[in-house]
């Protein structure tokens, strides 16, 4: 009996082994896409994996950094070698690392400039992805990897046989988002939380320079009163100086036709994100 049930136990483990190597091969040879996350996690753990290990992803020309407030841009009308590193809940910080860490080495990479500058670098998610061990898998099997997983590929099939219309929305409560917001941003900034954006700043910068590779700054538009709140104005001050020691520029965009519009005061709807990115696209010195 015990023999018996050991023999099924290595034939079980023998064909998920089988089904693992001729899936992940399938993906590789045919470059099969990843799936959209199911949530905001899944979500930011695929576009790093996608920029890090995609066999079809070529050498990134231009890469955007931030935090939610970037991942609505529309990269349909930037060049087809831009890529989008922006991971909603955090800041450009992670992107950042990620490019500092990572092989490929584009062109220039794009820091979006604001208070969420505030939020640290997820290092427990950049660890993941460059120890030695976990990146070799990662690499060589698809199926390890968060866009490939069976649910997330069947519900990103569902969707795209069903896609819903994108509608501009603003929240039912955006007097109330806007006014906590304008709360928060009312309070200075700390010395300590100054110094430490400084110091993360700068540390990920200069290892991207000595790469080679260009660092330029650029903010998406929020509300006009976010932008004269005392943080933001605090803020804008310390990286203008900051910048100007680590001679980066800031990218100038401007958005033409309507004036831009927010779902709670800071996430552009869809209409006003598609008007920033043609004019972010149209910006860029490339």
């Known amino acids: ?31 099969l896409a990843p799936g959209q996350g199911l949530n905001q996690w ?39 070698n831009d890529y989008n590193l922006a991971l909603a809940g955090g800041s450009a910080f992670t992107g950042l690392s990620t490019v500092a860490q990572s092989e490929k080495k584009p062109l220039c990479v794009l820091i979006e400039s604001n208070l969420t500058l505030k ?12 120890h030695p061990i976990f990146h070799t898998f990662y690499s060589w099997f698809p199926l390890f990897r968060e866009g490939y997983q069976p649910a997330v590929m069947l519900a990103s099939h569902l969707k795209r046989k069903q896609p819903s219309p ?19 941003e009312s309070k200075a900034l700390t010395t300590e939380e100054l110094s430490l954006i400084e110091e993360r700043l700068t540390s990920l910068i200069k290892k991207i320079q000595s790469r080679g590779i260009k660092a330029m700054s650029f903010d998406v538009p929020r509300h006009p009163k976010l932008l004269n709140s005392s ?38 709807t869809h209409s006003s994100a598609r008007r920033f990115s043609q004019a972010f696209a149209e910006s860029l010195p490339f």
């Open 1 to 31: 009996m015990n023999y018996l049930k050991q023999n099924i136990i290595i034939q079980s483990l023998a064909i998920a082994v089988f089904i693992f190597i001729v899936g992940s091969t399938l993906i590789q040879c045919f470059h």
């Open 42 to 80: 899944q979500e930011n753990r695929i576009r790093i994996e996608h920029y890090l290990f995609s066999s079809t992803q070529n050498e990134p020309r231009c890469v955007i950094t931030g935090s939610s407030l970037s991942t609505r841009i529309k990269m349909d009308v930037f060049d087809s």
């Open 119 to 130: 939020r640290a670098p997820d290092t427990t998610l950049i660890q993941r992805y460059f």
């Open 166 to 184: 994108v509608l501009d929305q603003v929240a039912s409560n955006f007097d109330e988002h806007l006014n906590a917001q304008l709360e928060a």
């Open 231 to 268: 943080q933001h104005l605090q803020l804008k001050r310390a990286l203008t100086k900051i910048y100007l020691d680590l001679n980066v520029e800031e990218l100038k965009i401007k958005v033409r036709e309507l004036p831009d519009q927010t779902e709670d005061g800071q996430h552009l």
